[in-house]
């Protein structure tokens, strides 16, 4: 695959990224694509392997190794590299509904597997999927594919996350008449309000939702299974119910203060944000401003640095992420071995921009917030917190010890928190009568049926907060088995 000697003669070249103070100016994607002849180069870097391990979708010790949705990703590396664009995206679309999504916002496992990633950088497989599929789009390659026969069978699909569009689209292809029910008011779920419009242009997941309409799939918005529509007049008009609904239940703040108004959930920022910009670019003022204020965030995962490259894009006067683990190893290390996507540090795009803003990283390691202090108003004023260490003792486990004399009030006008989920709300669940186990929907991970006949769950609403393309997978699985559901029962009401 690629040009056999292409590894050692190229180095491998990153997407490119608009500079970092002129890019936080607006909300625009702060990413650009690579030329083709660039593309074509790195393309040519994939190597011959024996056993290609980019693309085997496994998880290691809990790490995820390859691409979960199995790209054929050395085949259309090379397409790109001999310059056949249409035949890669061909190859592309036969494993994933929506490249353009996770050639965007993926962390891109498969990179981590890579063979030539053993001691050299990785083959820069997201930037060529992201570009294929662009260039697919700009080419009028990608059109409606209007399914030639349909069924009578109908099926309804809560939530238009990504497992629930890739199950929709799949049933759709298969000639099923689908509808998916989606609680706001604009189709996309995590893809439209939870990830940021510079990671992610509105404009991208809007273009697929109109494609997945013109290909007969309907979307109802605004519409709340439990209050806008019941579980039983949904299970009275389809013949079976997929639940796609995400983990969306956030972890709650437990400590001194954390009631304090200015104390926000990470989510509600992001989503007010993006909501104000598609709606009015921000003309009608209804999103948090954080400008010239102190901005704090609690948790060290990725929502939480949208939330440090939102506040930065507002105008923040000083921002800071709070983790309690330390600062990643630079260097894989040997729990973690390849093929496993390891867990290095990196400077994400968030980082980035605020340290051109401010003249520092952001992030604060290993560090405890003791307490949230209000003023005589009942608004966040400050934060106090200790210095933690991190311990690992003989038998693995890990623990953290306070370091006296570390103490620090840090000044706080908002505090942004960004703890991570618990997993799925329960309102829709229990309006089925489906089972839930551990915050999950209880599914099973054979054929993705739940305890109630005709219901199936996908997504992270019955695998917990996972990766996109984790998402796309099962999405694309449960279809399967909700087409075979809908066999068995056609052949034996006949």
Known sequence: MGKPTGFMEYDKK???EKAPLARVKNFEEYTERLSDKDLATQGARCMDCGTPFCHMGIEIRGFAAGCPINNYIPEWNDLVYQGQWKEALER??????????????CPAPCEGSCTLGINEPSVAIKSIEQSIIDKGFEMGW???RIPQKRTDKRVAVIGSGPAGLAAADELNQLGHQVTVYERDDRAGGLLMYG???MKLDKKIVERRINLLQAEGIQFVLNTAV???ITADELKAQYDAVVLATGATKARELRMEGSDARGVVPAMNYLHDVTKSLLDSNFEDERALNVKGKNVIVIGGGDTGADCVATAVRQGCKSVHQFGKHPALPAVRQPEQPWPSDPQVYKLDYAYAEADAK?????REYC??????????????????????NKIVNDEGYAYFEEIPGTEKVWPADYVFVAIGFQGAESAVAEQFGVKMLNNRVHASRLDYTTNVQGVFAAGDARRGPSLIVWAIKEGREVATQVANYLAETHAIAQ
């Open 226 to 228: 439990g209050k806008d």
């Open 367 to 388: 560090i405890q917030t003791k307490k949230i202090v209000a003023d005589e108003r009942g608004r966040v004023k400050e934060l106090h917190t200790i210095q933690m």
């Open 92 to 105: 592309l679309m036969m494993t994933n509904n929506f490249p353009e999504f996770t050639g965007r916002v």
């Open 142 to 144: 990608v059109q409606p």
């Open 195 to 197: 990830i940021p419009n």
């Open 358 to 362: 401010f003249g520092g990283d952001p």
């Open 14 to 16: 990153k997407v490119k």
